[in-house]
């Protein structure tokens, strides 16, 4: 008998040295993380460079910018100004907000526009960023964290982990959201940051199908609570001029074409004027557009159901290869004209997209901006009609 409460004894014993072991290697293998998400919970600023790859929605080509950010936060860690300077081959921006007002600057141009808007969070940082996201699994649902094998990036030896802030299967398929972090071990400061997601997509109501988002940042020279915040550092310089945002009409039927000409990627020659004696469908609209998008279909249907009558022609923002890049991807069945900013201008076609039926005789026909649901039937309309 007492052989047996001995025996009984040791296993109560050994049980609970188990359950206590495993709690604190439990405790323990998140302990980085938690050190990590602590350091960043009391915020009065931050300010960081990062190295940006984003890709586009709808192909395979990737954005890559430069971005330099001052960050100030007040006692609830709620965004209360920011500074955001943002470069790319295709832009040279900066984003000011005040806690009042937002300054869109256009370097370039030395240009702005205002915009009255309370933006009070940050994606990363501060109240509702993804890091506190991580604090509050970390405390209430730890399976939503995956701690992954420590990593070198850029000489820094970093812990490294996955967040799935969403996650289902819907017909079979995967949909989710996850969030990947590594840090310095040693002074806590984020190295790199990335979010892969994948799921249905729409726009205004119409569905654009399966999308996957994949974007990095990369961190560098990050400084927490070293800046002091002057309103005076949050106006656009005195040298830039307030750009007015005018609303410029389209052109009407029976306006003259514009002039332009031009090569198409194909390296084909396009010159408006030889529009005369054909008729013409324009096309103009930038690829990361969800309307162009939906538009390309009921493009390419105009091209199926009306053949050499009419001769259909792209007008894409965009530079040659990132173009090329889009066209991979998207199966278009007619010729587009990159780098075509100027020629937009000349229809007012500030946006995306745009299209404008122009006659034999050189003249507008018909225009229309923006995607909707009767856009096919109503360029097959003015099409017949323009052909009668």
């Not at 939503?144 to 017909?171: P, Q, R, W």
């Not at 930038?286 to 792209?314: E, H, W, Y």
Request: proline residues 2%; glycine residues 4%.
């Amino acid at each position: 008998m007492k052989r047996f409460i001995s025996i009984v004894a040791l296993t109560i014993g050994l049980f609970l040295f188990c359950s206590i072991n495993v709690h604190s290697q439990e405790a323990d293998k998140f302990s980085e993380i938690k050190a990590f998400v602590d350091k960043w919970k009391d915020l009065k600023s931050v300010s960081y460079d990062a190295e940006m790859e984003d890709k586009n929605l709808f192909s395979d080509d990737t954005i890559r910018s430069f971005e330099r950010s001052e960050l100030f936060f007040d006692s609830t860690n709620m965004l209360i100004a920011s500074k955001e300077i943002n470069i790319s081959e295709d832009w040279n921006l900066t984003n000011l907000y005040n806690g009042e007002k937002t300054y869109f600057i256009d370097n370039d141009k030395m240009s702005y526009t205002i915009a009255k808007r309370n933006r009070t969070t940050h994606k990363i940082f501060g109240h509702s960023g993804i890091i506190d996201s991580i604090s509050f699994y970390l405390f209430n649902n730890k399976n939503k964290i995956e701690i992954m094998a420590d990593t070198l990036i850029h000489g820094f030896k970093c812990s490294y982990f996955k967040f799935i802030s969403y996650e289902v299967i819907k017909n079979g398929e995967k949909f989710y959201t996850y969030y990947f972090f590594a840090f310095d071990k040693n002074s806590y400061d984020p190295i790199l940051y990335q979010e892969i997601s994948r799921g249905q997509a729409s726009a205004k109501g119409y569905s654009l199908g399966v999308i996957n988002v994949f974007s990095k940042t990369w961190f560098k020279n990050v400084n927490r609570n070293n800046l002091n915040y002057e309103i005076s550092n949050f106006s656009p310089p005195s040298t830039a001029r307030i750009e007015e945002v005018e609303v410029r009409e389209l052109l009407k039927k029976g306006d003259e074409n514009p002039k332009w000409e031009t090569r198409s990627l194909d390296g084909d020659i396009f010159n408006s004027a030889d529009f005369k004696g054909k008729y013409s469908l324009l096309f103009l609209s930038v690829t990361d557009c969800p309307a162009n998008q939906l538009s390309v279909k009921v493009i390419n249907n105009m091209v199926d159901r009306f053949g050499k009558r009419i001769q259909v022609i792209g007008i894409y923002d965009e530079m040659d290869e990132r173009l090329r890049n889009y066209i991979k991807s998207n199966h278009l069945k007619f010729p587009v004209i990159a780098n075509g900013k100027i020629i937009k201008s000349k229809y007012n076609a500030t946006g995306s997209p745009y299209y404008y039926l122009i006659d034999k005789d050189g003249k507008i026909f018909f225009s229309q901006s923006g995607y909707n649901e009767d856009l096919e039937g109503e360029l097959i309309k003015n099409i017949e009609e323009m052909d009668r």
